[in-house]
C-alpha cells in the first residue's frame, strides 16, 4: 500500500530552527510537497521537490532524497504565525496525491 | 473575487436531507478536486476533474454526487448522509499541463455536520 509518514505533533521555541521530516512508501513519484495549514483555514502551498536536494524559500527550505523515500521542511527564525499544521504529499505514478495526516507544529514565547 | 471560493463555509444537515456544496475558481485552471478531511486523518481524495471530465472517484459512496458544469465551477451534492460523514470538505483546482508544477490551490472548506 501507499503510505506517508510524519509526526503528528512537534513543539519549537520562537526564534529557533526546526525539522518537520516525512518518510514515504508510494507506487512511483512524481514530486513531492509541502503544505501550510492553519487552524480553520484551507491548506496553502509551501514548497516542491522532484528532484534530490535543497530548495530554499526565505525562511522555509525543503529537501528530498528519492533513494530513501525522505524529505524534510526546515523552518527557521520561527515566528508564532508559523504555528499550524504542516501536510506532507507525494505524487504518485498516477499523478494523484497521497497526503500525509500533517504535522501539528507550536511554537512557544 | 480571486482564489477559490467555497460556499456555504458551514452546513448541518439531517440524515434525510438533500443539499449542495459549491465550489468556485477564478484562476484559469483546468483540474478541480473534492477532498474530505477529517480530524488528524490525512486529506481523502473523493474526486477529480479534467476539463470538466471526472478523472478519478477514489470508491465514494454514491450518496455523494459530483458535477462540474464547467472548469470553473464545480458541486457537491449531497443526500442521505450519516453522521460518519461530518468533515470539512475541501474543493481545490490546479493548472494542469506539460511544465506545470501543479500546486493544489484549496478553497476555505465547508465545515459539514451531519445530525
Known amino acids: 500500500g501507499q503510505n506517508i509518514d510524519q509526526p503528528t505533533e512537534m513543539t519549537a521555541t520562537e526564534g529557533a530552527i526546526v525539522q518537520i521530516n516525512c518518510t514515504y512508501q508510494?507506487?512511483?513519484?512524481?514530486?513531492l510537497f509541502w503544505y501550510q495549514q492553519h487552524a480553520g483555514e484551507a491548506p496553502t502551498f509551501l514548497s516542491y521537490?522532484?528532484l534530490d536536494g535543497l530548495e530554499e524559500k526565505g525562511r522555509f527550505s525543503s529537501f528530498l532524497s528519492r533513494s530513501k523515500g525522505y524529505s524534510y521542511l526546515l523552518l527557521k527564525e520561527l515566528q508564532m504565525k508559523d504555528s499550524a499544521s504542516y501536510l506532507c504529499a507525494v505524487r504518485d505514478s498516477n499523478y494523484q496525491l497521497i497526503w500525509g495526516a500533517g504535522t501539528k507544529l507550536i511554537i512557544k514565547p | 473575487e480571486t482564489g477559490v471560493t467555497q460556499t456555504p463555509r458551514h452546513l448541518v444537515m439531517g440524515m434525510t436531507n438533500k443539499k449542495s456544496l459549491k465550489c468556485e475558481q477564478h484562476l484559469g485552471h483546468n483540474a478541480m478536486y473534492w477532498y474530505k478531511q477529517s480530524a488528524k486523518k490525512p486529506l481523502e481524495l473523493m474526486f477529480v476533474?479534467?476539463?470538466?471530465?471526472?478523472?478519478e472517484n477514489n470508491s465514494v459512496p454514491s450518496r455523494f454526487s459530483p458535477e462540474c458544469p464547467n472548469s470553473s465551477h464545480l458541486f457537491l451534492h449531497l443526500h442521505t448522509l450519516q453522521p460518519e460523514d461530518s468533515a470539512l470538505y475541501l474543493c481545490?483546482?490546479?493548472?494542469?499541463?506539460?511544465?506545470?508544477?501543479?500546486?493544489?490551490?484549496f478553497g476555505p472548506g465547508t465545515r459539514l455536520t451531519v445530525t
Open positions: 476533474y479534467n476539463f470538466k471530465e471526472q478523472t
Open positions: 521537490n522532484v
Open positions: 481545490a483546482s490546479s493548472p494542469h499541463g506539460a511544465g506545470e508544477v501543479g500546486e493544489q490551490y
Open positions: 508510494t507506487s512511483g513519484f512524481n514530486g
